[in-house]
T-cell receptor, first 115, second 111 residues
Framework: EAGVTQFPSHSVIEKGQTVTLRCDPI?????LYWYRRVMGKEIKFLLH????????ESGMPNNRFLAERTGGTYSTLKVQPAELEDSGVYFC?????????????FGPGTRLTVT | RKEVEQDPGPFNVPEGATVAFNCTYS??????FFWYRQDCRKEPKLLMS???SGNEDGRFTAQLNRASQYISLLIRDSKLSDSATYLC????????????FGKGTSLLVTP
């Protein structure tokens, strides 16, 4: 069974540019999460989708971040315009809808560098 | 105050040693707890859940003390392959399924 995949693995952009990160969850996992790790800090929750609906977006830093999950399959996270402090590793995770919903499977992450 | 705090280490131990990591959480509403493992430049992977009664998975034992808001992970007979960062995780009912991570404790097992 394929795991969570993320694209791209690395992205280097200039301040003010736009970047879109993509996450493909494990097939059949209705829960999809985005997390971010800024250098020197802990991994922080950004938001949670259940199918195509945003269940919790309390961790989104500001309105420069936009997450979508049209059709309830893959998700995108767009940063527009990017700022220096957005640099970090963005992880996506997925889990089944019921039962082991807390057992989240993480993708390899996208390492974003804003210069 | 951070929600989940861990000693960052690094812990350097020889193969075969027993090592223990501690973690504290500040939110008394936290209800589920986990240990994740993260290898260098890789994604976090669930190592084990932590139950109130304590639980064991092979060489790994996890303990939870709700009164002290304290979680521990004990690794016995350390292997070289145990070298990684161990992340303590808590969740609470008010935050849905969001995982609250500690910064992690780094372990290096040496020959």
């Amino acid at each position: 069974e394929a795991g969570v995949t993320q694209f791209p693995s690395h992205s280097v952009i200039e301040k003010g540019q736009t970047v879109t990160l993509r996450c493909d969850p494990i097939s059949g996992h209705d829960n999809l999460y985005w997390y971010r790790r800024v250098m020197g800090k802990e991994i922080k929750f950004l938001l949670h989708f259940v199918k195509e609906s945003k269940q919790d977006e309390s961790g989104m830093p500001n309105n420069r971040f936009l997450a979508e999950r049209t059709g309830g399959t893959y998700s995108t996270l767009k940063v527009q315009p990017a700022e220096l402090e957005d640099s970090g590793v963005y992880f996506c995770a997925s889990s089944p809808l019921a039962g082991a919903a807390y057992e989240q499977y993480f993708g390899p992450g996208t390492r974003l560098t804003v210069t | 105050r951070k929600e989940v705090e861990q000693d960052p280490g690094p812990f350097n131990v020889p193969e075969g040693a027993t090592v223990a990591f501690n973690c504290t959480y500040s939110n008394s509403a936290s209800q589920s707890f986990f240990w994740y493992r993260q290898d260098c430049r890789k994604e976090p992977k669930l190592l084990m859940s932590v139950y109130s009664s304590g639980n064991e998975d092979g060489r790994f034992t996890a303990q939870l003390n709700r009164a002290s808001q304290y979680i521990s992970l004990l690794i016995r007979d350390s292997k070289l392959s145990d070298s990684a960062t161990y992340l303590c995780v808590a969740t609470d009912l008010n935050s849905g399924y969001a995982l609250n991570f500690g910064k992690g404790t780094s372990l290096l097992v040496t020959p």
